[in-house]
């Protein structure tokens, strides 16, 4: 799934983001990243969508080698992926349900089944009654859900989560982790980057810690949560997103 040898990246005001960092993810795995502001785990993220390239190294992602990759070629790698962001990153011009249908719309899906999969999406984050609904009329937790239910309505291989409960309150943090590992549970690998040591004690799964551009610390626990019913039947063969 992701295997990184040798990976360096230095910025060019001189900062060394990532030095000679070695890191191999396996297909279904559960992945904290910890470490301190400018560790260099936002720099590893970006390195594995390809928002930022190695200068030197191996990184290969999803069977693409992102080091060689060209540029019109990334579009094609992130369709591989769902990306959860610290900030939602939603259209607020948009409804709910659009904001989620636009990540099916841009790669081309039918619109019968995006009809389909999207009602899908909003019954398995806990916001079926929430399609027509603006961005701002929103809280911040069901923000993040949206953008969750956006980052795997096209059933990614891959799905990446940048501090996904950095702006929202305890008890709506405990319901984001818990659908990332029943979608974890489920076959998706999950890598979630995070501050917040005492959410990822309560998991468990690999922890991996970053400091100075490099891997500091590389543990592995069984996660602490089952399959949640949302998420299972979110992929049950009769009524998955197909």
């Known amino acids: 799934m992701i295997h990184l040898e040798n990976v360096s990246k ?6 060394q983001a990532v030095k000679d960092l070695s890191l191999d993810i396996a297909d279904g795995e559960f992945v904290f990243i910890v470490g ?4 260099g785990k936002s720099t590893l993220l970006k390195l594995l969508i390809r928002e930022e390239q190695a200068d030197s190294g191996t990184v290969l992602v999803n069977g693409h080698n992102l080091v060689t990759m060209p ?6 790698l992130r369709r591989t992926m769902g990306i ?17 249908a636009f990540a099916m719309r841009v790669i081309g899906y039918s619109e019968k089944t995006i009809q389909r999969r999207v009602p899908m999406a909003l019954r398995m ?12 009329e929103l809280s911040g937790g ?9 980052a795997i309505i096209n059933k990614p291989s891959l799905l990446i989560a940048d501090e996904p409960t950095g702006n929202i309150d305890p008890e709506r943090s405990l319901e984001v982790m818990k659908m990332l590992c ?23 799964g690999r922890v991996i810690g970053i400091e100075g551009g490099q891997i500091t610390s590389d ?3 069984p996660l602490r949560y089952p399959i949640t019913k949302k998420a299972a039947s979110f992929t049950e063969p009769k009524e998955g997103l197909v």
């Open 10 to 15: 230095v910025y060019p005001n001189g900062t």
């Open 71 to 76: 540029r019109r070629r990334v579009p094609y």
């Open 219 to 221: 543990t592995t626990e």
């Open 84 to 100: 959860v962001f610290q900030d939602f990153r939603l259209i607020d011009k948009m409804t709910v349900y659009d904001n989620v």
């Open 36 to 39: 301190p502001s400018g560790a």
């Open 182 to 204: 029943g979608i974890c549970q489920k076959g998706t690998t999950v890598i979630v980057v995070t501050h917040e040591h005492e959410l990822v004690k309560q998991f468990g």
């Open 125 to 136: 984050v806990g916001l079926a009654d929430k399609g027509k609904r603006k961005p701002h």
């Open 142 to 150: 069901e923000q993040q859900r949206v953008s969750l239910a956006r």
